[in-house]
């Protein structure tokens, strides 16, 4: 995972400027949590403050990530109340999951 970001993507946008489209994203950046995977084999990484809001072209994204939140870093959150739609809320730390199936996060194109 060096040299690669994990961001959390809020918004697809695109503008028009002097005839030429871009489709750009609007994204949260997440913080390496060390220098190399944990015990898990997986790397840890965290939210950043609301101010690491960013707008970058579509094409630097690389490829999708499946982010599994670390549960155990959250007391007092029951996660069968979670919603799917709220896990980046709710939780600070996450699993960058590299064991999930390469066909579950193709980009469409």
């Given at each position: 995972m060096l040299g690669?970001?994990?961001t959390c993507v809020l918004c697809f946008f695109s503008f028009k400027h002097l005839g030429t489209e871009y489709p750009c994203v609007v994204i949260?950046?997440?913080d390496r949590v060390g220098d190399g995977p944990n015990n898990t084999g997986m790397w840890v990484?965290?939210?950043?403050n609301a101010q690491d809001i960013a707008i970058i072209h579509i094409d630097t994204i690389y490829h999708a990530a499946q982010l599994i939140p670390v549960y155990a870093s959250q007391r007092g959150i029951d996660p069968a109340s979670i919603k799917p739609n709220e896990s980046y809320d709710k939780f600070q730390f996450y699993y960058v999951n590299k064991f999930a199936d390469h066909h579950a996060l193709e980009i469409v194109s």
């Open positions: 690669l970001d994990v949260c950046w997440f990484v965290h939210t950043c």
